[in-house]
T-cell receptor, first 113, second 114 residues
Framework: DSGVTQTPKHLITATGQRVTLRCSPRSGDLSVYWYQQSLDQGLQFLIQYYNGEERAKGNILERFSAQQFPDLHSELNLSSLELGDSALYFC????????????FGPGTRLTVL | AQSVTQLDSQVPVFEEAPVELRCNYSSSVSVYLFWYVQYPNQGLQLLLKYLSGSTLVKGINGFEAEFNKSQTSFHLRKPSVHISDTAEYFCAVTLPRGGFKTIFGAGTRLFVKA
């Protein structure tokens, strides 16, 4: 158990819909990262937040957005969903930035029908 | 453009044999290098990382990796594997300049046979 929790574990929705994925970091960690893992595109870094502020951005689509709240939990919002958005979405946390060890959550499996 | 190539998609090996999982990267700037392991139905776990300094990096579970700047490689090795090492292994590169962009390799499936 990494100490990072993600909800929900599974999510099934239809094209065009909007969903929110939630992540609670390990106690004391200030950074949260979001990743997407799909068969087509492999593992991709989406975005990082540090203590409430966006710190680094990867291959995140404009239809996707994220935020980190004062209690340090984070949400990833995916809108206008397409079939190709079906993937595992992982959240990770670390004490500081990219040089620190990231601890990954179990992931949310999103299926878009 | 930066890229990460894991040269083997699958590596079958017998238990207690040595293994090397190969990773090459392409970058014109300095990078941070990582190896992660993913067990079935789980998230990633960091095995080891190279940030600077000694080119031989030791990680968890008996794994080590060597950074070779001239060959732009970061191969992962273990002298004696166990059945429990069966998993997917990912090499990753983070660019400390230019927004900490992180790129993953496609993964190598290590299958340890009894």
């Amino acid at each position: 158990d990494s100490g990072v929790t993600q909800t929900p574990k599974h999510l099934i929705t239809a094209t065009g819909q909007r969903v929110t994925l939630r992540c609670s970091p390990r106690s004391g960690d200030l950074s949260v990262y979001w990743y997407q893992q799909s068969l087509d595109q492999g593992l991709q870094f989406l975005i990082q937040y540090y203590n409430g502020e966006e710190r680094a951005k990867g291959n995140i689509l404009e239809r996707f957005s994220a935020q980190q709240f004062p209690d340090l939990h984070s949400e990833l919002n995916l809108s206008s969903l397409e079939l190709g958005d079906s993937a595992l979405y992982f959240c990770a946390s670390s004490t500081g930035g990219f040089t620190d060890t990231q601890y990954f959550g179990p992931g949310t499996r999103l299926t878009v029908l | 453009a930066q890229s990460v190539t894991q040269l083997d998609s699958q590596v079958p090996v017998f238990e207690e044999a040595p293994v090397e999982l190969r990773c090459n990267y392409s970058s014109s700037v300095s990078v941070y290098l990582f190896w992660y392991v993913q067990y079935p139905n789980q998230g990633l776990q960091l095995l080891l990382k190279y940030l600077s300094g000694s080119t031989l990096v030791k990680g968890i579970n008996g794994f080590e990796a060597e950074f070779n700047k001239s060959q732009t490689s970061f191969h992962l090795r273990k002298p004696s594997v166990h059945i429990s090492d069966t998993a997917e292994y990912f090499c990753a590169v983070t660019l400390p300049r230019g927004g900490f962009k992180t790129i993953f390799g496609a993964g190598t499936r290590l299958f340890v046979k009894a």
